[in-house]
């Protein structure tokens, strides 16, 4: 759902973002899910982490996770491909006294300059790009030793392609219509699996599931779950 890096990323993935960014920040416009969403996977990561670190948000989109997580002390910097997403993150964040930057690049720009990071998240990313392993081995090359890797994404099942596609883009259009590809989506499996191709150990992995209450942790990674992953013992 947020706009993606250039590890094999279509010109038409961030075109379609960046239409979206003017009413990113809207809580009741096309990015209503990810606001729903949002505390739950940003407090998760942050109590992953356990301290204040350099933080890497990989295809920030607009910036609701970034934003999120500088205003809990981490220096973040937030990179995305989609430059009007870019520039709607930059005018949200204007005179917040936070440790946060926006670039508009792809993650393979910050590698090439030779920069590490303690914490990464891409957050509804990976079920954008054509090549996770590609992806994910971009991320692992960003890493400093021992640190963690947040991944969240949707499962691919029925029930994922009922929910997240049928219900969601089509019937109860929460997101626009083309959002997602559900033969990209990655099973919890599928995504460690890919991950420790790059080198990568899982540490943890839970389902994201909506309530009255909004979102929370859960057993069921049937739809929405978010990893952590660790180049360390």
């Known amino acids: ?20 960014a003017a009413d990113w920040w ?3 416009g ?13 407090e998760w990561v942050h109590a992953q982490v356990g301290r204040t670190v350099r933080w890497l948000d990989v295809g920030c989109g607009a910036g609701l996770a970034a ?9 973040v910097t937030g990179v995305d491909a989609a430059g009007a997403a870019i520039a709607a993150a930059r005018a949200h964040a204007e005179g917040l006294e936070v440790q946060l930057a926006y670039r508009e690049g792809v993650a393979e720009d910050i590698l090439a300059e030779g920069l590490r990071f303690p914490a990464i998240s891409a957050l509804e990313v990976i079920e954008h790009v054509p090549d996770p392993v590609a992806f994910l081995r971009t991320l692992a090359g960003l890493l400093e030793p021992g640190g963690k890797v947040f991944v969240s994404t949707l499962n691919r099942t029925r029930r994922s392609w009922l929910t997240a596609i049928a219900g969601a883009e089509y019937a ?13 989506f990655l099973s919890p499996a599928e ?3 890919a991950a420790r191709a790059v080198g990568l ?33």
């Open 30 to 42: 096309p990015m209503r899910p990810l606001h729903r969403m949002n505390p739950l996977r940003v």
């Open 26 to 28: 809207d809580p009741n």
């Open 67 to 75: 934003e999120s997580l500088a205003r809990r002390g981490h220096d």
């Open 201 to 233: 150990r899982t540490v943890a992995v839970v389902g994201m599931v909506p309530g009255p209450a909004g979102w929370r942790s859960s057993r069921d990674t049937s739809v929405n779950y978010i990893a952590s992953f660790t180049n360390g013992a």
């Open 172 to 184: 109860m259009r929460l997101l626009p219509v083309g959002t997602h590809d559900w033969k990209k």
């Open 191 to 193: 995504l460690s699996t």
């Open 1 to 20: 759902m947020q706009a993606v890096p250039r590890t094999g990323v279509s010109p038409e993935e961030i075109a379609h973002f960046d239409a979206l």
